[in-house]
């Protein structure tokens, strides 16, 4: 981790999940609950960063996947999950893509998966650790957003893993807990780095809600002003949504076909 030793950074991101009191989802929300396949749908799955629950609707995380939810039930799976469960996750997307009754994945399955990964702190690093979990398996991911990534368990969020399409990263330099500043390709041929964006809460400062863990807005607050930030999640959800809604170029294919 950079800059800042393990014990203070366990302490801060602790905080996260100890002293937050936001409303709570009454179960794992979405596709998890349904049984439904998604085998057609763009599969889309948030990290939280500490110790945050995920189903705390405090978080901007747990908030963008219930507004996608919300806006394609028939287009799109968005889950959240704790960033110590991307074992979870990556079980829950074989689950998903698994459109047959033999329990597992075809070539074809894999090749059409639509799998977007976001998350913050912690969990930016554990959307690129998935990602790469998933690359193992030969299944291609749309899309990775990192926000203020922080390594975790030696993970390397720098790094985006060749069975990446696209890549984003928006970070901030100047709390206790900091971002990775710049990720970087595998493979160039194979992912597009969309840019490493910086925001500097010194000039622009952002407030939290109320209910925000103190302890994180006090000794780490810019790390927490860039998970309040909406001119940084506006973006997160403009690029999600640009890749579950279809162009009119994709829908003049497809009714060309029928």
């Known amino acids: 981790m950079r800059a ?21 989802m009454p179960a794992r929300a979405g596709v998890g609950t349904t049984g439904a396949r998604a085998s ?25 996947a219930a507004r996608l939810r919300s806006a394609y039930p028939s287009l799109a799976c968005a889950e959240v999950f704790e960033n110590h469960k991307a074992d979870e996750a990556y079980a829950e997307v074989l689950r998903l893509l698994d459109a047959g009754p ?35 398996s030969s299944i291609p991911v749309l899309l990775t957003v990192q926000v203020d990534s922080i390594t975790r368990h030696h993970q390397d969020d720098a790094l985006i893993p060749a069975n990446v ?18 990720i970087r390709a595998a493979d160039p041929r194979r992912t597009r780095i969309l840019g490493n964006f910086r925001f500097d809460y010194k000039t622009n ?19 927490a002003e860039i998970e309040c930030d909406p001119s940084v999640w506006n973006r997160v959800e403009d690029l999600i949504r640009a890749r579950i809604t279809p162009s009119p170029n994709d829908l003049s294919v497809a009714q060309t076909k029928k």
């Open 4 to 24: 800042l030793g393990p014990g203070l950074a366990v302490v801060l991101l602790a905080a996260a999940s100890l002293f937050a009191s936001g409303e709570k």
């Open 40 to 64: 057609s749908r763009v599969i889309v799955l948030g990290f939280l960063g500490g110790y945050v629950r995920h189903d705390d609707m405090l978080h901007t995380e747990v908030q963008l």
């Open 102 to 136: 033999d329990g597992s994945l075809g070539e074809a399955e894999k090749r059409n998966a639509r799998i977007i990964l976001y998350g913050h702190s912690w969990g930016a690093s554990a959307a690129i650790d998935l990602a790469r979990q998933l690359g193992r």
């Open 165 to 182: 399409s696209e890549a984003i990263n928006f970070y901030q330099p100047n709390s206790v807990l900091h971002g990775q500043a710049e």
């Open 205 to 223: 400062p952002v407030s939290c809600s109320d209910g925000y863990p103190w302890l994180v807005r006090h000794f780490a607050k810019p790390h």
